[in-house]
């Protein structure tokens, strides 16, 4: 976002208590349920249409405008409304790129510089006017107007700006010259250097098309136009959003989505102990944000052999990690940041989040580049190091220890986890103040804002991250680029800049061998630790509960979650 018979995206799926069923390969194969079945087979499969799925979430989603999200959760639920060139396919134990608007996979030139894609015929929006070449390179032109639509994932612009220092489609008909659209069926990307990982950038929602004559702009997001099988009905922010069939959808043209049910409806903003219940009695079918069932739940799950064959627990792809702000003092000396490394027991923060393996690097297993050797503090016991911490502390002129502010959401297990490392940093004289806030505004402009980091005195902000495709391309540069620090939108939390770290990615990206590739992404893990600015805590697992009446349930490894897209109703 991990390597056991049933893996996901990027870290190796955990096969605690078996898989049920047995397949033939074909990602249709029929298991009647059990205890991690839908890591490798589809639970209850079916091809019967209709009935209302429903969904329930505690927090909103960041945007509904593609152009603009950057929650795995979303991501999974776009692929309802909106269609790509490229998309995973919808079938356990995979993580390949299938044709979705395009007839078939890229044709790439000699030199690796040209990807050129023919688009499917009778491909239409909700209004039922045809997707055209120019709708899809108008949808990527769109994500250069950082200045309007921040926050989502901005790889396209890296490889396609090319010194262009294009600002978009709203900047006085200024065109991205490295794409072309020769005819309406015809689009081609041209890019400056080869770049192996191309084709994932164009399975994420920020390649969607989109109608130039319906964008409003920063307000799309309020009802996006639709090129997949569902459309919105209502968007209520905060509250509910419900989707209806799209009309104009041409199944012929889909080979991807099951398109199952009639409507789906999300509630938002339920208390994740109240989707817990209504998982349990039936009122909802799934929780939308799979973040796993509340600790009470997690032990009534696994005491009762009823509830946990309707259960799967994978490993997400997820690190839970702490970004040690350079630009924030005293963050701004190694030594404090070390110290921080040594005295936060992530044991404690294991069992404040109710599980998950303990991270010794930032990149999970899974992605190539892993490192389970990695673990330069030595934290991989769990156990806090308050001796190591104290010397650090002393080393950085803080012998007493400081005070700083620890940025998390306001979500009781982000909190949870937070409330863990502040009481491991008191033990050495570090005072720690959490300063929660809105999950929904918090990546985009809490902490994605550097000035906001600044003026709060933010020197630990904590996140989750996971690859947005499983290479290690897909993983770190945001992270880590300095070339990528903007003033909003900003994922580089801890805002390094470091020359050598900044090198190891230019040559990584352009690396067709994937054992050299590798080799890089692993030395270049090795860095970003000995920087001491990214404290990895936990690499993820949820423990999911799906209603009994769901069909077609399967871990889609490439985002390590139920595949909403092939969800049915009995």
Not at 122 to 128: A, L, R, S, V
Not at 368 to 394: H, I, M, N, V
């Amino acid at each position: 976002m991990r390597t056991t018979v049933c893996s996901a995206v990027v870290v190796a799926m955990l096969l605690a208590g078996g898989c049920a069923g047995k397949g033939n390969g074909t990602g249709e194969e029929t298991a009647a349920g059990g205890y991690d079945a839908g890591l490798t087979r589809v639970v209850n499969p079916s091809a019967t249409p209709g009935g209302t799925l429903r969904l329930a979430s505690a927090n909103d989603a960041d945007s509904w405008d593609p152009t603009r999200s950057y929650i795995n959760a979303v991501y999974n639920l776009q692929r309802l409304y909106v269609r790509t060139l490229l998309t995973p396919a919808a079938a356990p134990g995979t993580t390949a790129l299938v044709p979705d608007l395009a007839e078939d996979q890229p044709a790439v030139s000699a030199d690796g510089l040209t990807y050129t894609f023919r688009l499917r015929d009778n491909i239409k929006f909700e209004d039922g006017s045809p997707i055209r070449a120019k709708d899809v390179k108008y949808g990527i032109e769109r994500l250069f107007a950082q200045d309007v639509l921040s926050g989502g994932p901005t790889y396209l612009i890296d490889q396609l700006d090319q010194g262009q220092e294009y600002a978009g489609p709203y900047r006085d008909g200024a065109d991205l010259r490295s794409v072309t659209t020769p005819d309406d069926r015809t689009i081609a990307f041209h890019l400056a250097e080869p770049f192996a990982d191309f084709p994932y950038l164009l399975a994420m929602g920020v390649a969607a098309p989109v109608p130039q004559v319906k964008d409003t702009g920063e307000r799309y997001g309020d009802m996006p136009v639709a090129s997949g099988p569902y459309r919105f009905e209502r968007i209520e922010a905060g509250k509910k959003v419900v989707w209806v069939r799209n009309d104009a959808w041409d199944p012929a043209t889909d080979p991807v989505r099951k398109a199952l049910p009639d409507r789906i409806e999300l509630t938002i903003g339920t208390e994740p102990n109240e989707i817990d219940r209504q998982l349990f009695d039936g009122t909802i079918d799934a929780d939308a944000g799979q973040g796993g069932v509340q600790p009470a739940s997690q032990a009534k799950i696994r005491l009762d052999p009823t509830l946990k064959a309707n259960a799967d627990e994978p490993t997400t792809g997820f690190v839970q990690y702490a970004a040690l702000s350079t630009r924030v003092a005293p963050f701004d000396d190694i030594h404090c940041r070390r110290a921080v490394q040594y005295a936060v027991g992530k044991h404690a923060v294991q069992l404040a989040r109710g599980g998950g393996q303990i991270a010794g690097g930032m990149l999970p297993p899974g992605i190539p580049g892993y490192d389970d050797g990695l673990d330069p503090y030595r934290t991989r016991s769990g156990q806090a190091q308050p001796d190591k911490a104290k010397d650090e502390l002393k080393r950085c002129g803080k012998p007493d220890g400081f005070d700083t502010v620890i940025a998390t959401t306001g979500s009781p297990r982000s909190l949870k986890t937070a409330e863990a490392v502040q009481s491991s940093l008191a033990a050495v004289g570090i005072t720690a103040r959490l300063d929660p806030s809105d999950p929904s505004l918090y990546a985009r402009s809490t902490v994605g804002s550097p000035d906001n980091v600044h003026n709060k005195g933010y020197g630990i902000i904590m996140s989750a991250w996971s690859a947005d495709f499983p290479t290690g391309y897909g993983f770190y540069p945001t992270l880590v680029d300095g070339r990528q620090i903007r003033p909003s939108g900003n994922n580089n939390y801890a805002e390094l800049n470091d020359p050598l770290i900044n090198q190891q990615l230019d040559e990584a990206r352009t690396v067709a061998d994937p054992v050299r590739a590798a080799g890089i992404w692993q030395q270049l893990d090795a860095e970003v630790m000995d920087s001491a600015s990214m404290l990895p805590l936990v690499y993820d697992q949820v423990l999911n509960y799906r209603n009994p009446r769901l069909t077609n349930v399967f871990v889609n490894q490439y985002y390590g979650t139920w595949d909403v897209t092939a969800l049915g109703v009995a």
